[in-house]
């Protein structure tokens, strides 16, 4: 690759970074346990793909170097907790910004299960639990397809945000 090339390349990626930081998010914790093990991810990049079907289904992108990947695609499932305000210190336990209770990202959530076996958080504003169905790759991200198997909504609650590179306050008009 050229020098101009990459001086290109790398004004694309910055003007990409910048443009997505405006892109607010709600802010999510993947879980999973199974036979490979537990373990857990902070995580932006989430949404429903269709509710129609067999089952609803869902995605949600994980970095390739995230230790929870793994666990996941052996474990064949996982939970997407969505989390609400007041929840940045768990957001920031499973982004490892925060260190862990103990050693243990867990320490940080009461958890229960629904049926796939994926840690659901009690205190979520709602957690999906779904089998995983498809994971590709893409670049530096494994896009995770789940077929949903159960939902546990708080019956009230905002969710946690996340644009400009920080924790967001979502405003009631």
């Known amino acids: 690759m050229t020098t101009d090339m990459a001086e290109a390349q790398d004004t694309l990626r910055a ?51 995230s230790s929870a990947l ?23 336990v499973f982004s490892s910004r925060r260190p862990a209770p ?7 959530v009461l958890t229960e299960t ?12 709602v957690s999906f639990d779904c089998r995983l169905v498809s994971a590709e790759r893409i670049g530096t991200h494994h896009i995770c397809i789940g077929a949903v198997m159960g939902v546990r909504s708080a019956p009230e609650g905002s969710p946690l945000l996340y644009g400009m590179r920080r924790y967001l306050r979502p405003e009631n008009h």
């Open 15 to 65: 003007a990409f970074l910048d443009g997505m930081s405006r892109a607010a998010a709600s802010v999510s914790v993947v879980t999973t346990d199974g036979p490979a093990g537990r373990g857990g991810v902070t995580v932006s990049a989430m949404t429903s793909i269709s509710a129609d079907g067999d089952t609803p289904t869902m995605l949600t992108c994980l970095n390739a170097t």
């Open 70 to 92: 793994p666990l996941v695609l052996e474990n064949g499932c996982f939970a997407i907790n969505v989390l609400r305000t007041g929840q940045t210190d768990i957001s920031d």
């Open 102 to 108: 103990g050693g243990d990202k867990f320490n940080a």
């Open 114 to 125: 629904l049926v796939t076996g994926a840690p659901c958080f009690s205190e979520s504003l």
